[in-house]
Structures are given as C-alpha cells and as structure tokens.
C-alpha cells in the first residue's frame, strides 16, 4: 500500500486503506505500507515534506506528503506480488515508475478529484480542473494495470477524461462494527434536535451553508448542530456557529469513536458538492441514521438518498431550511427511513468489498506473469 498520509490523518482514503490493510492481513495476506510517520510492523516509513499553501492548508487538514526515497521504494517494491497506489502525487508517481522498472504489477484508486484540491484554495477554473485530472492521468491512472473507482459516478468522471486501463467499481465498505446502537446510549444533547455532519472541515463540504440553514430555521431554537471533523476552516466555521440559540459541538475524533454519535443523532446533513463516493453518509446508513445530502453534479453521495425528499439543491440555503423543517415538524418521516438506510447499507458491506479487492489483485498478477 502505497499511500502518503497514515499516523494522524482522518480522511476518507486514510481510513478505508487502513480497513482494506487490516482485512488482507485477517485472511493471510502479507501488507506492507509505504507511507510518512513513525515506523510500525507492517509499515516502512518515508520522510516527510508539505507543499506551501495558503493558510497552511495541508497542515491542518493532517494531509503531509512522503517523501519518494528511490533506496528504500525500490528495496520494498521489489519483494511485493502487487503494488497499490492511493494518492496521485509524487509519492505515488515515482513508486509506479520504480515498480514497472521491477516488473511489479500496480493498482490505483481514485481518491482525489482534481476540484478537491482546487476548491480547496478557492480555484474554480474549469481549464485547470481539466488540466489536473490530464495530469493525473498521464502521471498515474494510464499508467497502472487496474483502476479502482468507488462509484459508477468515479469511473465516470475518469472516462470522461480520458482513462484508457481497466477499472473496477469498487466501494470503499462499511464494517460490521458501525451497526445501530439504543439510543440511550448515545449523546443526546438534552433533548434537541441533533444535526450530525462528519467530514472534513475544508470549504468543498460546505459546513457554512448548514450552520446558516440552521439559524434561518424556524425551529432554530430546537436545534443542535454537531460537526465532527478537523480542517482549516474551523475557526471560521466555529465564529459562524456562535450566532445560533445552541452553539454547534466541534469535535476531532477516530473513526470508531464516531459510531455513537451516529446512534444519537434525529439526522445526518451531507452538503458537500465534491464526493467520490462518501464513507460518512455510508457509516450513518449503516447506524440507522438518516441522511439528507446534497445533490450536487461532481458528487457520488447523492446515490444514497432513499428518495428525492432527502435530496436538497447542491449550494441552496433555502432547499437546505425548507428540508430540515420538514424533518423537524414530521419525526415519524426519519424513524420509518431508519430501517431504509439501514437495509440499505448492507450493499456496500467492506467484507464484500475486499473480496472484490483480492479478485482484482490476482487478475493483474496472473497477468503479469503471463
């Protein structure tokens, strides 16, 4: 596994790698990750660097870049049966370079949308989109065996632009242990209606359009938003939060950590207009908690709403309040779609998942020696 953030990095790609590492190796599998951080069984260490951003911004979304060191990539690609790229960065250019040169054979997964990093430094410009995800594809995707995508939506954007290797539609899973749990067990905030959003605090998750959907609800006051993630736009999104009658819990947690929040939780608001595939509204299904996401055109999230009522207009503050009102005024709407998102959610089970992963691995390997 070949992929730059590890130790302290709460992402979605992070998290789901660890999962897929931690699988293999429960059925025999040998993993080894090349990645930044202290060394650990399993794990090569790789020195660290970040790109200068405005703000900082890598810093605080715990997003550092590895350092490709040729002696130590090439002493550990060249024992590996499959080499699996995460991120299409330097990291992950150099390390296909150097498993090609190995005869190694290698896949990738589409972690990262070009608007990911664009949005995130206030770029809108569709020419550099383009030119990112062809920079992408030259660097990365066209260059690998196999292509994992998380979504139809995934392989759809990278065809679009241009992906000429196979691919694979491939969930990023949720596991047994995010299950509902009795409500008394969970943090319930006096009473309130709770708002769950999970994620990244980065401007393409859009948490600002939410706190400002809340206050200019009419049951305002009734309301507890609860945000759970880090990122760099927290103190702009706290000094927001202080406007509001309850002032919205800010919290940095592991992934196991968060399952309780999920169980307490009336509903989960997903506005995010950038999505892969999304595994917090996929963990919250599988909680039993309802999600109203945005339906937003570069974002796969949308494909989890149960009906068009927990859909709300990508970027619309008005869609937003008008969508929580209702669910406020009707809570026997969200307790009948508990079961939904539930029963739902067993389609996207991570055992089903690393079954297809090992499937896709012994494809490109058999190749490879033929």
Known sequence: MVIDAWDEANNGAVVSTRRFSDLLRSRGHVVEVLATGEPAPGKVPLPTFFVPTPGRIMQKMRLPFAWPDRRILEDTLRRQDVVHVQFPFYLGIRAITLARQARVPVVSTFHVQAEHLLHNVNVHNRTLVDWTYRFFLRTTYNRCDHVLCPSEFARRELQRHGLRVPS??????????????????????????????????????????????????????????????????????????????????????????????????????????????????????????PCLIARAPLSAASQFALSDDFLFESGSREDLTRKIDAFVETPEALARARAGYREASQRYRVEASVEKLIEVYQGVIEAARA
């Open 168 to 289: 694979t539609v491939l969930s990023n899973g949720v596991p047994p242990e995010y299950r509902p749990l009795p409500r008394e067990a969970c943090p319930r905030f006096g009473g309130k209606f709770t708002i769950l959003s999970v994620g990244r605090l980065a401007r393409e998750k859009h948490h600002d359009l939410l706190i400002e959907a809340v206050r200019r609800s009419r049951h305002e006051a009734r309301i507890q938003l609860v945000i759970l993630g880090d990122g760099p736009q927290r103190a702009r999104l706290e000094a927001q939060g202080r406007t509001l009658t309850n002032e919205p819990v800010f919290r940095w947690l592991k992934p196991a950590e968060l399952i309780p929040y999920y169980g307490g939780a009336d509903l989960c608001v997903h506005a995010a207009d950038v999505e892969v595939e999304c595994m917090s509204v996929l963990e919250a299904m599988a909680c039993g908690l």
